[in-house]
């Protein structure tokens, strides 16, 4: 097992993946059937056996995995008839919330969430995932879409936090943040939240009322950054890992502060190594949740939502 803040982790485990890729495709009848069943069984024992023993801080580099299916993925495995939506009528568009209506399994719904890059230009365009106002603006604008033609909102968490820039503070950063707390928490739809990746801070949590919030198993939900916190308590960035250890920021940890309602198991390896089968687990227990809360009336939802928040951060004293 690697050091509790080293990322290497997983390198043996990429390593036997690219020998399974280059045994698949050799043509069948050549002799290495039994080799490739012999490197996928050695691939499964090893996977478990790193997974069963991740840190808090290896956890939150798995969330951070750039191969983890981002938002636009879980869409196209996921929707139908997905149409997005751009800019927030006030100042401009922000690629990184995508906002939209499609079809879910017969449903007619709003899809919202972060958007990261998978290559240089895209991180740059969608800002590394990092939202300014105009982002949270749009995506209100959706949210009230929804709500005026009586349609569930679906959202999905994958940030490092908002965008803490000059021109974002000064079109309003924070007041839009909060802003999406206040309508949030009065929607007479369903709202439904999945941290699908890192959820960071305000940025996170201004997609993040909900009447129920799931997280992946491998996703993270915290008020700060590791490196954030170390830096701050520290003053050393080199303390992520403790830090990661005192927050407790990984799914276990959430479900027992009831900050989230369900983990969502990923398959071996995390959700980049079968998005397929990632996304049909989100898929079954969204669909399964809809059910539930669309039988619930506006004055149901508002009073549930609130108790929901309520109970958050109840502490006790001996």
Known sequence: ??????????????????????????????????????????LDKETDSVFRNLSRWQKTLMARHAERPYTLDYVDLMMDEWVEFHGDRAYADDPAIVSGFATFRGQHVAVIGHQKGRDTTQRIRRNFGQPRPEGYR???????????????????????GAYPGIG???????????????????????????????????????????????????????VISPEGCAAILWKDQGMKAVAAEAMRVTAPDLLDLGVVDEIIPEPRGGAHTDPVLTSQRIADRLEATLEE????????LLEARYERFRKLGVFSES
């Open 168 to 222: 974002a503070e000064e079109r309003g950063q924070a007041e839009a943040i909060a802003r999406n707390l206040l309508e949030m928490a009065s929607l007479r739809v369903p709202v439904v939240v999945t941290v699908t990746g890192e959820g960071g801070s305000g940025g996170a949590l201004a997609l993040g009322v909900g009447d129920r919030v799931f997280i992946l198993e491998y996703g993270i939900y915290s």
């Open 1 to 42: 097992m690697q050091a509790l803040d080293d990322s290497a982790f997983e390198e043996p485990l990429i390593a036997l993946r690219r020998q399974i890729a280059e045994l698949e495709g050799y043509p069948e009848g050549s002799g290495h059937e039994k080799d490739l069943e012999r490197l996928r069984h050695r």
């Open 293 to 300: 809360l669309n039988d619930r009336s506006p004055e149901e």
């Open 138 to 160: 749009k995506a209100l604008r959706i949210m009230k879409l929804a709500e005026k033609f009586g349609r569930p909102i679906l959202t999905f968490i994958d940030t490092p």
